[in-house]
T-cell receptor, first 114, second 109 residues
Framework: DTGVSQDPRHKITKRGQNVTFRCDPISEHNRLYWYRQTLGQGPEFLTYFQNEAQLEKSRLLSDRFSAERPKGSFSTLEIQRTEQGDSAMYLCASSLQRDSGGYTFGSGTRLTVV | DAKTTQPPSMDCAEGRAANLPCNHSTISGNEYVYWYRQIHSQGPQYIIH???NNETNEMASLIITEDRKSSTLILPHATLRDTAVYYCIVQGYGNKLVFGAGTILRVKS
């Protein structure tokens, strides 16, 4: 297990299309987080899961966004009817609930909506 | 909102120590200080964290003032590969990370 994997690394889509991203966390990590980052800004929290339960969602997560972690392992983030403002880097991270240690982030999925 | 204040940018000469300051005057007793860095086009990388005591690992040292209102991340011998955005984050145990704008560290030869 080499870390957090995200797929795809890059996605270009036309406005109005739906896109789905996948995150595979470190296997023993029970917490999984999604963040969004635009150019020149720090990552912004979107949502997080503890096992399969989605425990918190940011107000940034509009109705067009949905995230799942069906078996408490990998997670998907779907954006419906994409808009140009959705263009960003989408980052996934995982951690252990019982550990004060840091998150491990993936390399992210860069979404460009044209 | 982020609970920390960092300078927007700093320069450091290659081979010298890089000292990155962070103010967190409203930190509460059960909150940790975390440092991450982000190299261009990659995800953030955990560096170090601490509660009250100074901490050291293979990457860096973290110095936390006695009143816990500020801290300094020290990279003892900066290299060009340490050029990155460095984020200082105050986080309660089990809470999510809230990132600010960070400090852009430029290491120059």
């Amino acid at each position: 297990d080499t870390g957090v994997s995200q797929d795809p690394r890059h996605k270009i889509t036309k406005r109005g299309q739906n896109v789905t991203f996948r995150c595979d966390p470190i296997s023993e990590h029970n917490r999984l987080y999604w963040y969004r980052q635009t150019l020149g800004q720090g990552p912004e929290f979107l949502t997080y899961f503890q096992n399969e339960a989605q425990l918190e969602k940011s107000r940034l997560l509009s109705d067009r966004f949905s995230a799942e972690r069906p078996k408490g392992s990998f997670s998907t983030l779907e954006i419906q009817r994409t808009e140009q403002g959705d263009s960003a880097m989408y980052l996934c991270a995982s951690s252990l609930q019982r550990d004060s240690g840091g998150y491990t982030f993936g390399s992210g999925t860069r979404l460009t909506v044209v | 909102d982020a609970k920390t204040t960092q300078p927007p940018s700093m320069d450091c000469a290659e081979g010298r120590a890089a000292n990155l300051p962070c103010n967190h005057s409203t930190i509460s007793g059960n909150e940790y200080v975390y440092w991450y860095r982000q190299i261009h086009s990659q995800g953030p990388q955990y560096i170090i964290h601490g509660l009250k005591n100074n901490e050291t690992n293979e990457m860096a040292s973290l110095i936390i003032t006695e009143d816990r209102k500020s801290s300094t991340l020290i990279l003892p011998h900066a290299t060009l590969r340490d050029t990155a955005v460095y984020y200082c984050i105050v986080q309660g145990y089990g809470n999510k990370l809230v990132f600010g704008a960070g400090t852009i560290l430029r290491v120059k030869s």
